[in-house]
C-alpha cells in the first residue's frame, strides 16, 4: 500500500513538473475557443475588445463577433469604450455603472463578485496602456484576457503594472447566465 502511494505522489509531482516546467506570468494558458481578440491584433480597440470578453464571461451564452466590436470601435473612437458599454452595449446588454478603482489592488477581488473589472495594464513589450478583461483573482494572482489568450501574473506583479481598473455592474435584470 505504502509503495502504491509513493508511486501515485511521485507520478503527481512528475505531472506537475512538466506542466509548470517553463511557465512564466507572461506566457499564455491554453486558448478557450469563447476568448476573441475582436480584431486588438491590429487595431488599438483593446478597451472594445477588453468590454466584449468581459460581457461574454459575465454572461456566457452570449458569443460577440469580431465585426461588432471593430464596428463599434470604428464608430465611437478609442477614447469612448467605456461610455460605448453604458450607454450602447453590446446585443442590447449594457453596464449598469463603470466606476473607476484607481490602480489599488484593495477591493478587486470584490469589483470582480459585482459583474467584473476592465484593467488598464503596461503589458510586455508594449508601448502604451492596454486594456485587458480580468476574469479571476485570488489573494495571489490575477488571470486576465487579451488578444484572444488567458494570461496570468502574480498579485505583485499585477499591482506593478496596472494603471488604472473599471469596476463594471450589471443591470439587475441581467444576471450572469440569463442570455
Given at each position: 500500500?505504502?509503495?502504491?502511494?509513493?508511486l501515485?505522489?511521485?507520478?503527481?509531482?512528475?505531472?506537475?513538473?512538466?506542466?509548470?516546467?517553463?511557465?512564466?506570468?507572461?506566457?499564455?494558458?491554453?486558448?478557450?475557443?469563447?476568448w476573441?481578440?475582436?480584431?486588438?491584433?491590429?487595431?488599438?480597440?483593446?478597451?472594445?475588445?477588453?468590454?466584449?470578453?468581459?460581457?461574454?464571461?459575465?454572461?456566457?451564452r452570449?458569443?460577440?463577433?469580431?465585426?461588432?466590436?471593430v464596428?463599434?470601435?470604428?464608430?465611437?473612437?478609442?477614447?469612448?469604450?467605456?461610455?460605448?458599454?453604458?450607454?450602447?452595449?453590446?446585443?442590447?446588454?449594457?453596464?449598469?455603472?463603470?466606476?473607476?478603482?484607481?490602480?489599488?489592488?484593495?477591493?478587486?477581488?470584490?469589483?470582480?463578485?459585482?459583474?467584473?473589472?476592465?484593467?488598464?495594464?503596461h503589458?510586455?513589450?508594449?508601448?502604451?496602456?492596454h486594456?485587458?478583461?480580468?476574469?479571476?483573482v485570488t489573494?495571489?494572482?490575477?488571470?486576465f484576457?487579451?488578444?484572444?489568450y488567458?494570461y496570468?501574473w502574480?498579485?505583485?506583479?499585477?499591482?506593478?503594472?496596472?494603471?488604472q481598473?473599471?469596476?463594471?455592474?450589471?443591470?439587475?435584470?441581467?444576471?450572469s447566465?440569463?442570455q
Open positions: 500500500m505504502k509503495r502504491i502511494v509513493l501515485v505522489i511521485v507520478g503527481l509531482i512528475s505531472v506537475l513538473a512538466t506542466a509548470t516546467a517553463g511557465a512564466t506570468s507572461n506566457q499564455p494558458l491554453p486558448r478557450p475557443p469563447a476573441g481578440d475582436f480584431g486588438n491584433t491590429t487595431l488599438p480597440d483593446c478597451v472594445y475588445a477588453a468590454d466584449a470578453n468581459l460581457l461574454e464571461f459575465n454572461f456566457p452570449i458569443r460577440l463577433s469580431e465585426s461588432q466590436v464596428q463599434a470601435f470604428q464608430a465611437n473612437g478609442e477614447d469612448d469604450g467605456l461610455l460605448y458599454m453604458e450607454t450602447t452595449g453590446f446585443d442590447g446588454i449594457k453596464a449598469a455603472s463603470v466606476i473607476p478603482l484607481g490602480a489599488s489592488t484593495t477591493g478587486l477581488q470584490l469589483a470582480m463578485a459585482q459583474g467584473g473589472v476592465q484593467a488598464w495594464i503589458f510586455p513589450r508594449e508601448p502604451d496602456v486594456a485587458v478583461a480580468v476574469i479571476k489573494t495571489n494572482r490575477v488571470e484576457v487579451s488578444w484572444g488567458t496570468w502574480s498579485m505583485k506583479e499585477y499591482h506593478q503594472r496596472v494603471v481598473q473599471y469596476a463594471f455592474t450589471w443591470n439587475s435584470a441581467m444576471t447566465g440569463s
